[in-house]
């Protein structure tokens, strides 16, 4: 077996995943100073969410849970994979392009389904008719993440993982011209979605193609296994649509009052980066890795593999935890005060930044447990755990928002993201030693958290010293740049005292990527 080169994969992943994120908070500062919270905001958020939660049962979620560990296993094997790849393509096109007509037709259901608080005045109008143009995006991009996980699955990430950027880059692009030339940004900005769906779709089929691996669509068949395919992939779409039912029910919520979705989203946009970079980069990696282990019967590699990738991930995870945390305001400020966007805005959404960032450990642990299921087909498991998740975040959301209003579905997020890791730990126990982590996570993980406690106290002293400055035009760029430098710098330096990492162990992983 060819081993995937994990810390080097997710390196990769996470490289080109945090340019894309980067630039997704400079696409949300640009919406935030052109629009800024309000009624059209809050109808484009809840439009553009309506393809990204098709998106988590037919892309990145519930599909790639099912097509990668299977495709994995017959790459590993010599299982002809293509024949494979091209029955599934088949199959999801097919599926989409009966979503997406079903949708355009009712998207005044979907609206108020997702949205009812909107119902009551214009922001409703202005949802069905972004939706209907945004939605199709769905279609596009839910082929491109069949491409990626063919790519993830025979150890190929860049092109993968750099396709995210095409949408942000546009996006940026659009309205920026928009503006420019007077007309409506917001115009273009739902017209734009689409077509960067587009380029994504044709950046990894490329990708694909240049890697050796002919994928052609054809007639939809249902073989045998597609049928497995099948048996996987509907409780894991089961489980995406539990996650997507504790959004839906954060937004009704939010609906309610006013500026809270815009609120939320922009605080979602700022913890979602550590999470992509961290979490999902480890996902993604994590998972065909284990799969491919599997196959090879190599169970001391599996739980190396994911002792690692745990360890990884936390050590960068709850650093970023404690800094959402302790700072949430002077990020928020800097990256989005400008325009139609005002001190009182920025206040509410670094509250629940601070929130967010509490529960940000919880889903990356996550990113780091479900591929021990995945990889051994098993979506089941889960799928009962969302359940349960799903439960504690509708009861804490709906039953807190009359005590502390808006902020509840922030609250019930973190909450239940820390109930569905532990029911993914206790779960995992079942599976065997593979699914538990080494002595040598043991003895680092306490250090990681007394470190990350150290960089804290830094962070928040020198916070104190540099908040004149944060609060100047011009000075508060280098100002949060020295903020969060010295938290970088305080981590690493706690962190290799007190061996809780070692920078080696990055810098070879560096020099083998580049080679």
């Known amino acids: 077996m060819k081993p995937i080169r994990l810390i080097s994969g997710v390196l990769t992943v996470g490289f080109w995943t945090l340019a894309s994120r980067v630039l997704g908070l400079v696409r949300d500062t640009v919406i935030l ?6 009624p059209v905001m809050d109808a484009f958020v809840a439009a553009f969410r309506l393809p990204n939660m098709f998106r988590r049962f037919f892309a990145e979620g519930a599909f790639n849970a099912a097509f990668v560990p299977i495709f994995s296993k017959k790459y590993e094997g010599g299982e002809d994979p293509q024949v494979f790849a091209r029955d599934a393509l088949s199959g999801l096109g097919f599926v989409l392009l009966i979503i997406v007509a079903l949708a355009l037709i009712f998207m005044p259901a979907l609206v108020w389904a997702t949205a009812e608080g909107f119902t009551e005045d214009a922001r409703f109008d202005l949802t069905v008719g972004y939706g209907r143009v945004v939605f199709p995006y769905i279609l596009f991009i839910s082929l491109a993440a069949l491409f ?26 659009a309205m920026t011209m928009g503006a420019w030339l007077g007309g409506e940004v917001i115009l273009w900005l739902i017209w734009t979605v689409p077509l960067a769906g587009v380029a994504q779709l044709a950046l990894v089929w490329v990708a694909v193609e240049r890697a050796g691996i002919k994928v052609r669509p054809g007639r939809p068949r249902l073989t ?19 996650m997507q039912v504790n959004l839906l029910v954060g937004q009704q919520v939010a609906s309610q009052f006013d500026n809270a979705v815009s609120f939320l989203y922009a605080a979602d946009r700022l913890y979602q980066l550590p999470l992509g970079v961290v979490g999902i980069a480890v996902g993604i990696v994590l998972l065909p890795d284990l799969s491919r282990r599997l196959k090879a019967h190599d169970d001391d590699g599996a739980r190396h ?37 005002g001190a009182e805005h920025s206040a509410a959404i670094a509250f629940a930044v601070a929130l967010y960032g509490l529960g940000l450990p919880a889903f990356v642990l996550q990113k780091v447990l479900q591929p021990l299921f995945f990889a051994r087909e098993d979506t089941r498991s889960p799928f009962r755990y969302a359940v349960w998740s799903m439960i504690v975040n509708a009861v804490l959301a709906v039953g807190l928002a009359p005590v502390i209003g808006w902020i509840a579905p922030a609250v019930a997020t973190s909450v239940a993201g820390w109930v569905m890791a532990a029911m993914l730990m206790i779960g995992g126990r079942r599976i065997g030693d593979v699914a538990r982590f080494d002595a040598r996570f043991r003895r680092r ?21 540099l908040a ?44 083998r990527r580049r080679s």
């Open 33 to 38: 100073a052109y629009i800024g919270p309000g």
């Open 148 to 173: 990626s996980g063919a790519l993830n699955a025979t150890g190929h990430f860049a092109a993968a993982a750099a396709a995210p950027v095409l949408l942000n880059i546009l996006v940026i692009l």
């Open 224 to 242: 045998p296994d597609m049928r497995r395919l099948v048996r996987v992939a509907v409780p894991a779409a089961l489980a995406g649509g539990v």
């Open 305 to 341: 593999a994911f002792s690692r990738a745990g360890e990884m991930a936390l050590a960068l995870t709850i650093p970023a935890a404690v800094a959402l945390v302790v700072i949430p305001l002077p990020m928020v400020s800097v990256l989005y005060e400008r325009g139609a966007t």
């Open 445 to 465: 993980i306490w250090r990681i958290c007394f470190a990350s406690a150290l960089m804290g106290a830094v962070l928040w002293g020198t916070y104190l010293a």
């Open 468 to 511: 004149p400055f944060l609060g100047m035009d011009y000075w508060r760029y280098p100002a949060l740049l020295l903020l969060l430098l010295s938290g970088l710098v305080s981590y690493g330096a706690a962190g290799q005292l007190l061996g809780a990492f070692r920078l080696s162990e990055f810098s070879a992983a560096l020099r």
